[in-house]
């Protein structure tokens, strides 16, 4: 594989079925197209509700304005999203194997242990979501991996459905698709991965599922979960992780029930050094339940340090020339804030505090292992006194950071679920992973720099042109 195998064409034209046909008719609305186009929004927001979509218990934030991808842009980013498949059972199994790894890692030294039993099925990473950017040379750069517990994975597809059924202003007489994506053509799709890998490690089918959440806390598309797998015909129920306790080799419920199979929809730093769910991290380092995402996914690799690991040309050496090259190419320059000698994105020598004080605006500063942007900092947008007042308190502080290249994401005009037609939303496209198969996409748009529902981001439909189809 070369350095060009997944690069896109340059990002002035990686979007142009996008500008010319969406950015261009929301810049040139009449007051009456203005007036249809929200009432359509609504229209598929009443809709979105009605199904029981929803983050959180509010409003599912979609957009009824797609994103347009060409027909070769999903196809690179399909095949990029299989390949980091591969990238993460190599990545997991060096970080088993070699301590100078995991100490990129130190948040799990007192339970790294349970991660060493890796579980049989391949690929390990049975639902993952790449979250990333193209750059200004429209090459896509990963920046989160979201191995543990990515969200959205029943609920975008189900909305891409939906979405297809409401008459969209915007698409007047253009044909388009949105089931090119198999997590749309199949709502069931996560479900039936989950089913898939506990039969690859145990030769037979699931006999009673948990969807295991720990302390109340992010519980969206739960409900989704437990009924689907209902409707498949496993019984399962959501569990809180203290409640499961290990019996005769066995994971059991509060009522003494054998379960075969959980799915965990947690903070993965809930589960470090909690006493309280040692019984049910013992079952999973024990291979007693099927546990998705394996602990090694909850873990390392779903931590941003995983980042470093995979940019640095030291511990690129580890992995299979293959790996290297799909990292070199997609994986921003990043490495775990630590004062000592580094080497920078053109592989010169340096000290690392004092390289990321200097290139502010070329960097972010984020928390190893926190959720939904908390505690980042976007260089361009930080002032050199914040700047420098976050390096000194992550290196003083209890967690990890990392800091990574800035990658700046596009622009674009939507039409928001709460404010309606907008200007100048940054926006990035996520890829979805199922079983070491493309599964569909995300793409996000906010007026924050870190694009996150959880701060009031909203979600665009992914779409192709039908008229570009091969």
């Known amino acids: 594989m070369n350095n060009n195998a997944l690069a896109c064409t340059p990002n002035t034209s990686l979007f142009e079925a996008d500008d010319r046909l969406i950015e261009q008719s929301l810049a040139r609305l009449t007051a009456d197209a203005r007036k249809r186009l929200i009432a359509a929004q609504k229209r598929f927001c009443d809709l979105l509700s009605s199904e029981g979509l929803n983050f959180e218990g509010k409003s599912y934030p979609v957009s009824i304005r797609p994103l347009i991808l060409s027909n070769e842009t999903v196809a690179q980013l399909q095949t990029l999203g299989e390949g980091f498949a591969r990238v993460f059972d190599h990545a997991a199994r060096i970080y088993v194997e070699n301590e100078q790894v995991r100490a990129l890692f130190p948040a799990y030294k007192n339970s790294e242990h349970l991660t060493f039993n890796l579980p049989t099925h391949s ?11 193209f750059d200004s ?4 750069r990963i920046l989160e991996t979201n191995t543990d517990c990515p969200g959205g994975v029943i609920q975008n597809g189900l909305a891409g459905r939906l979405w297809a059924e409401i008459d969209n202003p915007l698409l007047a007489g253009i044909g388009h ?13 996560f479900l039936k991965e989950l089913l898939s890998a ?5 030769g037979q089918p699931a006999r009673r599922a948990a969807i295991v959440t720990f302390k109340g806390r992010f519980k969206n598309e739960v409900t989704q979960m437990v009924a689907g797998l209902k409707r498949l015909g496993v019984p399962t129920e959501e569990v809180d992780a203290a409640d499961l306790k290990r019996r005769d080799g066995h994971l059991v419920d509060p009522q003494g029930r054998v379960i075969d199979m959980t799915y965990n929809k947690l903070d993965l730093r809930d589960l470090i050094d909690e006493p309280l769910v040692s019984e049910y991290l013992e079952a999973a380092s024990n291979a007693e339940v099927t546990f998705l995402n394996p602990l090694i996914s909850q873990w390392p690799l779903a931590d941003k340090a995983i980042m470093a690991l995979l940019s640095d040309p030291k511990m690129l050496a ?18 775990l804030l ?13 000290d690392l505090i004092s390289y990321v ?6 960097l972010v500063l984020k928390p190893s292992n926190a959720t939904r942007g908390e505690g980042l900092l976007v260089g361009p947008f930080t002032t050199q006194e914040q700047w420098e007042q976050g390096i000194c308190s992550a290196l003083e502080g209890p967690h990890s950071f990392v800091v990574q290249q800035y990658i700046q994401g596009r622009t674009l005009s939507a039409v928001h679920p709460e404010l309606g037609v907008t200007e100048s939303m940054w926006s990035g496209v996520d890829t979805y992973v199922y079983g070491g198969r493309f599964a569909g996409f995300q793409a996000r748009a906010s007026f924050d720099p870190v694009m996150n529902v959880g701060r009031k981001g909203i979600l665009l439909p992914v779409i192709t042109l039908k008229e570009l189809a091969r």
């Open 123 to 133: 690929p390990l990473v049975r639902i993952f979501r790449l979250d990333g950017l």
């Open 357 to 362: 004080k200097r290139h502010r605006p070329h």
């Open 198 to 202: 506990h039969f690859q490690r145990v």
């Open 318 to 335: 580890l992995l299979p020339e293959e790996d290297r090259e799909l990292c070199r190419t997609h994986i921003p320059w990043t490495r």
């Open 137 to 140: 040379e429209g090459v896509y």
């Open 177 to 189: 698709s949105v089931d090119f994506q198999p997590f749309v053509s199949d709502p069931d799709l």
């Open 338 to 350: 630590a004062a000592g000698k580094s080497s920078n994105p053109q592989g010169q020598p340096i």
